[in-house]
Nanobody, 122 residues
Framework: QVQLVESGGGLVQAGGSLRLSCAAS????????MGWFRQAPGKEREFVAA????????YYADSVKGRFTISRDNAKNTVYLQMNSLKPEDTAVYYC???????????????WGQGTQVTVSS
């Protein structure tokens, strides 16, 4: 069992930066790949980024490539999402999730956090 708690969301102006954190409980965190997803009002949940259990492999949605960076610290049981050059279209609730592999599909993730709101003003 893995419990996930996101933090770091907030209100930021376009062009600004935020860093989201996802703290995991449980001794098996380092066994899981981690992903970030987001859901804007009236839209479906979408993949943002994922990272392998070792941190050596990362994957990004085209819409955030070059602006967002996913990383993890297995000693701290935490995964991060550094978001730079934010745009109003990045506004959404951001969720972290855990899976055996860094899948693109959210349906393949086993554990989810409660989400953190990110709002980017123009």
């Amino acid at each position: 069992q893995v419990q996930l708690v996101e933090s770091g969301g907030g209100l930021v102006q376009a062009g600004g930066s935020l860093r989201l954190s996802c703290a995991a409980s449980g001794r098996t965190f380092s066994s899981y790949a981690m992903g970030w997803f987001r859901q804007a009002p009236g839209k479906e949940r979408e993949f943002v980024a994922a990272i392998s259990w070792s941190g050596h492999s990362t994957y990004y949605a085209d819409s955030v490539k070059g602006r967002f960076t996913i990383s993890r610290d297995n000693a701290k049981n935490t995964v991060y999402l550094q978001m730079n050059s934010l745009k109003p279209e990045d506004t959404a609730v951001y969720y972290c999730a855990a899976a055996l592999k860094p899948y693109y599909s959210g349906s393949l993730y086993d554990y989810w956090g409660q989400g953190t709101q990110v709002t980017v003003s123009s």
